[in-house]
């Protein structure tokens, strides 16, 4: 199954990056890993490490809250049990 959690930012652009190990932290939802990144406006897939690192990095730190990356990974986890 396919799993993207989506990043909205003014200098980043607009991606939807590809996760893997979405996970229940205790304290909120999170991924562990991730692939690609398709940017929405043109649809073309990154896959350069550093940007893609770079993506993941502001998605679990600065822009988690922002973001609401903890909810998104939520949907994703109970899409998989489900």
């Known amino acids: ?15 939807a990056l590809q996760v893997y190990d979405v996970c229940n932290t205790g304290n909120g939802y999170a991924f562990e890993g991730y692939e690609t990144a398709t940017d929405l406006l043109t649809g073309e897939t990154c896959t350069d490490e550093q940007f893609l690192y770079m993506l993941a990095d ?25």
């Open 1 to 15: 199954m396919q799993q993207q959690v989506y990043i909205n930012d003014a200098a980043l652009g607009q991606w």
């Open 58 to 82: 502001y998605a679990l730190d600065e822009g988690y809250v922002e973001q609401n990356i903890s909810a998104q990974c939520e949907v994703l986890y109970e899409n998989y049990f489900a």
